[in-house]
Protein backbone atom coordinates (compact mmCIF):
# COMPACT_ATOMS: atom_id res chain seq x y z
CA UNK A 1 0.00 0.00 0.00
CA UNK A 2 1.16 3.22 -0.79
CA UNK A 3 1.61 5.68 1.72
CA UNK A 4 -1.30 8.68 1.64
CA UNK A 5 1.39 10.83 2.10
CA UNK A 6 3.44 10.29 -0.81
CA UNK A 7 0.27 10.32 -2.90
CA UNK A 8 -0.22 13.81 -2.14
CA UNK A 9 3.11 15.23 -2.67
CA UNK A 10 2.22 17.07 -5.33
CA UNK A 11 -0.56 18.87 -3.73
CA UNK A 12 2.03 19.69 -0.49
CA UNK A 13 5.10 21.16 -3.46
CA UNK A 14 2.22 23.26 -4.80
CA UNK A 15 1.28 24.45 -1.49
CA UNK A 16 4.97 25.20 -0.76
CA UNK A 17 5.38 27.15 -3.61
CA UNK A 18 2.28 29.16 -3.29
CA UNK A 19 3.63 29.91 -0.03
CA UNK A 20 7.03 31.05 -1.01
CA UNK A 21 5.83 32.42 -3.85
CA UNK A 22 3.17 35.15 -1.93
CA UNK A 23 6.09 35.57 0.27
CA UNK A 24 8.13 37.24 -2.17
CA UNK A 25 8.36 40.99 -2.95
CA UNK A 26 6.92 42.37 -6.02
CA UNK A 27 9.23 43.54 -8.41
CA UNK A 28 9.54 47.52 -8.55
CA UNK A 29 12.58 48.05 -10.45
CA UNK A 30 15.37 49.18 -9.02
CA UNK A 31 15.64 52.79 -7.46
CA UNK A 32 18.41 55.04 -7.57
CA UNK A 33 19.40 54.56 -4.19
CA UNK A 34 19.83 50.82 -5.14
CA UNK A 35 21.76 51.10 -8.17
CA UNK A 36 24.29 53.50 -5.93
CA UNK A 37 24.77 51.04 -3.46
CA UNK A 38 25.86 48.29 -6.46
CA UNK A 39 29.56 47.88 -7.24
CA UNK A 40 31.23 50.56 -10.31
CA UNK A 41 31.00 47.13 -12.14
CA UNK A 42 27.56 46.34 -11.62
CA UNK A 43 26.68 49.87 -12.53
CA UNK A 44 28.46 49.92 -15.71
CA UNK A 45 26.37 46.45 -16.89
CA UNK A 46 23.04 47.97 -15.96
CA UNK A 47 23.72 51.25 -17.56
CA UNK A 48 24.93 49.16 -20.90
CA UNK A 49 21.91 47.08 -20.63
CA UNK A 50 19.71 50.22 -20.52
CA UNK A 51 21.44 51.91 -23.75
CA UNK A 52 21.35 48.35 -25.32
CA UNK A 53 17.98 47.94 -25.01
CA UNK A 54 17.09 51.43 -26.28
CA UNK A 55 19.56 50.57 -29.06
CA UNK A 56 17.86 47.45 -30.32
CA UNK A 57 14.13 49.35 -30.04
CA UNK A 58 15.28 51.11 -33.77
CA UNK A 59 15.17 47.23 -35.50
CA UNK A 60 12.63 45.66 -33.34
CA UNK A 61 9.81 48.67 -33.80
CA UNK A 62 10.87 49.15 -37.42
CA UNK A 63 7.79 46.91 -38.62
CA UNK A 64 5.65 49.06 -36.13
CA UNK A 65 2.83 51.37 -37.45
CA UNK A 66 4.17 54.65 -36.97
CA UNK A 67 1.68 55.62 -34.45
CA UNK A 68 3.76 52.63 -32.01
CA UNK A 69 7.17 53.86 -32.71
CA UNK A 70 7.01 56.97 -30.31
CA UNK A 71 9.62 54.91 -28.33
CA UNK A 72 12.24 55.03 -31.05
CA UNK A 73 11.86 59.21 -31.28
CA UNK A 74 12.06 59.22 -27.28
CA UNK A 75 15.48 56.73 -27.10
CA UNK A 76 16.89 56.90 -30.51
CA UNK A 77 17.88 60.33 -30.08
CA UNK A 78 19.69 59.48 -26.99
CA UNK A 79 21.88 56.46 -28.58
CA UNK A 80 22.65 58.70 -31.54
CA UNK A 81 23.60 61.65 -29.28
CA UNK A 82 25.71 58.95 -27.11
CA UNK A 83 27.44 57.83 -30.22
CA UNK A 84 27.86 61.09 -32.25
CA UNK A 85 29.24 62.46 -28.88
CA UNK A 86 31.81 59.09 -28.61
CA UNK A 87 30.40 58.61 -24.90
CA UNK A 88 31.96 54.97 -23.96
CA UNK A 89 29.62 52.81 -21.43
CA UNK A 90 32.09 54.12 -19.14
CA UNK A 91 31.17 57.71 -19.36
CA UNK A 92 27.87 57.30 -19.94
CA UNK A 93 27.99 55.48 -15.99
CA UNK A 94 29.86 58.57 -14.92
CA UNK A 95 27.11 61.04 -16.22
CA UNK A 96 24.17 58.69 -14.40
CA UNK A 97 26.39 58.47 -11.45
CA UNK A 98 26.49 62.29 -11.27
CA UNK A 99 23.11 62.86 -11.90
CA UNK A 100 22.42 60.63 -8.94
CA UNK A 101 25.02 62.44 -6.84
CA UNK A 102 23.67 66.40 -7.95
CA UNK A 103 20.21 64.70 -7.40
CA UNK A 104 19.63 62.96 -4.17
CA UNK A 105 16.01 63.86 -3.93
CA UNK A 106 15.09 61.61 -6.95
CA UNK A 107 16.98 58.52 -5.87
CA UNK A 108 13.42 56.61 -4.91
CA UNK A 109 12.44 56.53 -8.35
CA UNK A 110 13.24 53.85 -10.57
CA UNK A 111 16.97 54.08 -12.13
CA UNK A 112 16.31 53.15 -15.76
CA UNK A 113 14.58 56.78 -15.78
CA UNK A 114 17.05 58.65 -14.02
CA UNK A 115 19.92 57.08 -16.86
CA UNK A 116 16.72 58.59 -19.35
CA UNK A 117 16.88 62.31 -17.82
CA UNK A 118 21.18 61.66 -17.06
CA UNK A 119 21.18 60.84 -20.90
CA UNK A 120 18.80 64.09 -21.58
CA UNK A 121 20.97 66.34 -19.43
CA UNK A 122 24.04 65.60 -20.96
CA UNK A 123 22.44 65.38 -25.01
CA UNK A 124 21.67 68.94 -24.39
CA UNK A 125 24.65 70.17 -22.80
Known amino acids: MICPLLMS ?13 SAMPAFAGTSGNEYGELPEELRLTYVAGILDAWDILGPMMSEAPAAERTAVRYFGWLIKCAADKGMTRGQVRAIVDKYLTDNPSEGHMPVAFLIWKAMIAACKS
Open 9 to 21: WPRILLVVLCLVA
